[in-house]
């Protein structure tokens, strides 16, 4: 790679203006690999089993009917090992609700980051303390629906007098409930909802669940059989009792339904670059966020070698936006960019490396994606004039997210150029 092989983007230029900074080489140089795609990444990315006992159900061949009679056993005790904890903060304030303009009263209430509103229809005569309790028995990752529905002008979970019949409605910006509806109800609903919120940022959410339905070669319960989107509410309430129930039963429940299992969590937690960057340890006191992927660095870090890396990883994925997707939602990467005065090991990521790596790298490509500033911003003493490190390093972290068959097809490019001469 004897030249970069992007256009300098303005951060570049500007740094290079107004960067005056020199850096002294204290480094061996690093072997770059010419055909960075071929280099090896780790396989492992898949979760070990969770703890908590034995997997249910050791064979699979057994007929198990369908999910929610596989579980039913635990299903009287839902909610009963749940931690969630609801504070009312405000109200009651008398407001005409939204479904049939009715009188009713509502709350502000809160759990952890989660704000929501509760209002409960005056001719129902239920207890705000009724509807709190059913709600504390969700997992607390269910009352992001809780939020969802509580924009301007929404009623939040509500509770009327009557629904024309059914139990409850779930949907985007509404959880409606007749006073009788327990927290299983609840949690169907909250199926319907994030599965709508889920579709305003890809509209082939109820395909995508109709091929795990397809692949994981099971029904849920005969209602969930009836459509696809009651299917999904339907997975949506078993998986909430298995994940209050304990690690044990949400493994047997991967076990049997892993498609809807793993598209399921997916909806329930989706990927957040502000939610991923409150993990981050300490160290790293700025960042900016590139089409979702975040770029961090410490307070010695000049922003435009951050703003130099996004700029780098877009245009390296600009026609794969699903690669880019998958790293970030996936993987949680996120890209870690030294100063030229820090040292590889000084990132936290890496501060149980050998002092080998402290002198011996200048970026890696494993989970952060690091790289240096002086090599991104071309500064006076880079040890790597002409190469662009990141490129290579963005480029394993690409690798880890292509899959086997494309493992086969790069390996099989790679002997054909060899052979050739071309390469």
Known sequence: ???????????????????????SSFLVTETILTFALLAFVPAAFGQAPPPGGDILTKDLSLDLGQLKSHFKPIFEEFGEHSKTKIEVVAGPEAVEMRNGRV?????????????????????????????????????????????????????????????????????????????HADALVIAHEAGHTLEQV????????????????????????????????????????????????GPKYLAELKKLSPKRFEFWARILNPYSAEALRKTL?????????????????????????????????????ANRP????????????????????????????????????????????????SCAEENLLDLKGDPYKGENIFIHEFAHGIHGVLGEEFNVRLRELYDEAKQSGRF
């Open 198 to 245: 889920a579709r305003e940022l890809d509209s082939e959410v109820l395909d995508h669940w109709e091929e795990a339905i397809k692949e994981d070669e099971i029904s849920v319960s005969d209602y969930g059989d009836t459509v696809r989107h009651e299917d999904l509410a339907e997975f949506a309430m078993v998986y909430a009792v298995c994940l209050d129930a």
């Open 322 to 369: 699903d690669l880019l997707r998958d790293l970030c939602e996936k993987r949680k990467m996120f890209v870690a960019v030294m100063a030229y005065c820090e040292l590889q090991t000084d990132l936290p990521d890496c501060r149980n490396m050998s002092l080998w790596w402290a002198y011996r790298a200048r970026g890696l490509g494993s989970r952060p994606v």
């Open 281 to 317: 340890d300490p160290f790293y006191k700025q960042h900016i966020v590139a089409d979702g992927l975040v770029v961090a660095g410490s307070e010695k870090v000049s922003l435009y070698a951050l703003g130099e890396a996004g700029y780098l990883a877009k245009k390296m994925l």
């Open 1 to 23: 790679m004897n030249d970069r092989p992007v256009q300098r983007s303005p951060f570049t230029i500007s740094a290079r203006q107004s960067f005056l900074q020199s850096f």
């Open 103 to 179: 009188a009713g009263k509502q709350w502000i209430a809160t759990s952890g980051d989660y704000r929501f509103k509760l209002t409960i229809e005056d001719a129902t005569g239920a207890k705000l303390e009724q509807l709190v309790r059913r709600l504390e028995k969700l997992p607390s990752s269910y009352l992001s629906a809780c939020v969802a529905v509580s924009d301007k002008g929404e009623d939040g979970v509500a509770i009327y007098a009557d629904l024309g019949g059914a139990r409850a409605h779930g949907g985007k910006g509404y959880i409606n409930l007749v006073p």
